[in-house]
């Protein structure tokens, strides 16, 4: 049976400041709830230079929803490690660390935008080579001991709360983002759906005699809307769904991914099946249809929807959908 995901975002194209604080008080009520009624997985995205305000900082975000839950593990997917400061960032990891008392994990993604990189000063073209780079320093900061950077001691604290640090998976859609997380010794959690890239992160690990990871291969719809008259609610939140894929198509150009829509207006959207509205006895028809890994991701707040019409959506899926998933 497949896990309940709920993800956030941010995306908030033309709001006010007043009202964009409005959906970050929504989104952390959100995850609260969530926490509470018993999903299985929080996601937290991250991407800059959006003009429609897309999470730029998720461990920011993830703190604030840290304070106010318990028990629903945190990840951050993807967390764009090469456009950080690798020292800071590992401190940042850490005291999330203990505010969620180890409930954060992340992918390590490259992203696929090179306005990005240029915004922080990174080059684009050493991309791989840098979050290599970042991963190591990282993976010795969090021994908490001291040590030696470009002819300066140096030495991160306070250690993780997760020993020895957060469970990190890489991200990517080509073989060499295989080849990365069988090197580390990580897990893998490549954006493309495709079992060749689960073989090759195997033989990988193999051939360099490292256990394997988990491997979660994506599967499922890439965001699920719950509603009892899908008709009403394409025609309510399909807009938002709309901006929500044609933006990403817009940056990801060829880029391969389980989640990459072609669609130009909603009824194609509808028709593609990536952006899914159900009714709870579909939902439950699809959760079924899923392996253990596969996930039924609700985005509530995806493309700007309004808290209003998001609420109904996550209620309905409480009700009507989680007392089945849990029954198996």
Excluded at 11 to 35: K, N, Q, S
Excluded at 238 to 261: C, E, F, I, K, N
Aim: hydrophobic residues 40%.
């Amino acid at each position: 049976m497949a896990l309940s995901v709920i993800r956030f975002d941010m995306r908030v194209p033309g709001l006010e400041p007043a009202e964009i604080a409005e959906r970050y008080a929504a989104a952390v009520d959100m995850a609260r709830w969530a926490d509470q009624v018993g999903f299985d997985m929080l996601v937290l995205s991250e991407h800059h230079a959006s003009p429609d305000g897309y999470l730029p900082s998720p461990l920011l975000l993830g703190a604030a929803i840290a304070s106010v839950t318990e028990r629903i593990p945190m990840n951050v997917a993807a967390l764009l490690v090469p456009l950080h400061d690798p020292l800071r960032l590992a401190e940042d990891l850490a005291v999330l660390d203990h505010l969620s008392k180890g409930r954060i994990s992340f992918v390590a993604g490259l992203g696929y935008r090179p306005i990005e990189y240029a915004m922080f000063g990174r080059e684009w073209t050493k991309r791989g080579r840098r979050l290599d780079q970042c991963l190591d320093l990282m993976l010795q900061a969090w021994t908490g001991e001291p040590f030696e950077l470009d002819g300066e001691t140096v030495q991160v604290t306070p250690k993780p709360y997760q020993a020895p640090h957060p469970m990190i998976f890489i991200g990517g859609s080509g073989p060499k983002s295989a080849e990365r997380a069988a090197r580390f010794g990580f897990g893998y959690f490549p954006s493309a759906g495709d079992p060749a890239l689960a073989e090759h992160y195997r033989a990988e690990c193999a051939r360099l005699g490292k256990p394997e990871g988990i491997v979660a291969l994506p599967s499922g719809p890439g965001s699920v809307f719950v509603a009892e008259d899908p008709d009403k609610a394409w025609a309510e939140v399909g807009p938002y769904l709309l901006h929500d894929a044609t933006t990403y198509h817009q940056w990801q150009g060829g880029q391969r991914s389980h989640v990459h829509s072609h669609a130009s207006t909603i009824d194609e959207l509808r028709a593609e099946g990536i952006y899914q509205i159900l009714t709870p006895e579909q939902t439950i028809e699809t959760a079924r249809s899923l392996d253990l890994m596969g996930a039924i991701t609700h985005h509530p707040l995806c493309g700007g929807t309004p808290p209003e019409l998001a609420w109904q959506s996550l209620e309905l899926f409480a009700d009507r959908v989680l007392p089945a998933l849990r029954e198996g």
